[in-house]
């Protein structure tokens, strides 16, 4: 009999779920977790850690009040590490606390130590003492993330040459950073840093960012941080990065020389695969350290499973939550159903943006005829009242039978907006339902109504036009 019905390696979003999952069905469960990750990454290092550094932000540099207060306001004049990490421990710590909470209330078993496969059914784990102890197991889920990719060209010292990790243990806030990559991670990090004050320059050799994102979303965002005085370098690669005493210079391709105190590495994310031993398991993974699974997540190896960032795309902690659950009901044998078409992506820059469904660019390729509501914020009570007059909100309407394609927002409260659209499509709802629903007023979620209704009057013309022939 084996010691466990279900080990997981990993105690991140993906990982918890899974194991409280299991346990929900009475299984004997174990999550395998180094000392001080519990709650991996996304509790310790990465987005839990960055929003609460993008709260901190927000609130002591008063940004969002500047608009009704005045260019100069500010809550603190000078704003060191210190200001910003005091709040970023505590909810990293209180986070911790709730995730053992929910593990020993579910009875799963925390087996402290890193991981690896001696074959398909036992695990290897190695503590802080070095000693080896082996675990067996029915059921096995790998769901140990990801680390930032680190290229072998590039000198990292975690203090002037530095990935999104070691940039929340800066010792103080740097004057200038170059920003190397114009995905998720480095724009909200690019943006945050804007917003404390640094000159930050991002560098990315592709001709535009967040290309998954509404054009005119992305371009409203890179207004604002220009207004930040963030400079983008697009089409650019970065041919060398030398260190200094005094900072770092950033050569590129083309010849420029970037000068900064600090320069960050975003060049995506590896699966932290290579200490586990997969071929023991009779399993590998790609150069990206991912590992591939089928539609229920198991691997090639039928009672192994993986979930989360380790498989690759969508690679969120939402997503990740889901997949570790559907894939335990799967290993227990539960019906389960499947992952949501529609999951919203969040991407917490300053402003925020958050949409979820199709960009205006697929419907177009893909010759899907649609009509544009727009509502503004600036035009809404709650918008003047919390001193917001850029954000948007967009709504991407079937020309042909009026159900929701998209919803794309930009700006305050963004991520949290986007799920009354996540809900309607889910429902299979049509424009005509955000029409004539009535929203509180004042509130941001208005901007639904007003959107609806801009698309609704459009179709309006159309139809009115067509039927005058």
Partial sequence: MADFDVVVLGSGPGGQKAAIAAAKLGKRVAVIEKRNMIGGVCINTGTIPSKTLREAVLYLTGLNQRELYGASYRVKDEITVTDLGMRTQHVIGREIQVIRAQLARNHVTVLQGTGRFLDPYTIGITGEDQDEKKVTADKIVIATGTSPARPASVEFDDKTVIDSDAILRLDRVPETLVVVGAGVIG????????????????????ERMLEFCDLEIVEALKYHLRDLAVTFRFGESVAAVERRPRGALTLLESGKIIPADCVMYSAGRQGKTAELCLEAAGLSADDRGRIKVDENFATEVPHIYAVGDVIGFPALAATSMEQGRLAAQHACGEPSGDLAELPPIGIYTIPEISFVGRSEDELTRDKVPFEVGISRYRELARGQIIGDSY??????????????????????????????????????????????????YPTLAESYKVAALDAMNKMRTVARLTADL
């Fill in 187 to 206: 724009i909200e990090y690019a943006s945050m840093f804007a917003a404390l004050g640094t000159k930050v320059t991002v560098i990315e050799r592709r």
């Fill in 391 to 440: 954000g948007m909100l967009k709504l991407l309407v079937s020309s042909e039978d009026r159900r929701l394609l998209g919803v794309h927002v930009f700006g305050t409260g963004a991520t949290e907006l986007v799920h009354i659209g996540q809900t309607v499509m889910g429902c299979g709802g049509t424009v005509d339902y955000l029409v004539n629903a009535v929203f509180n």
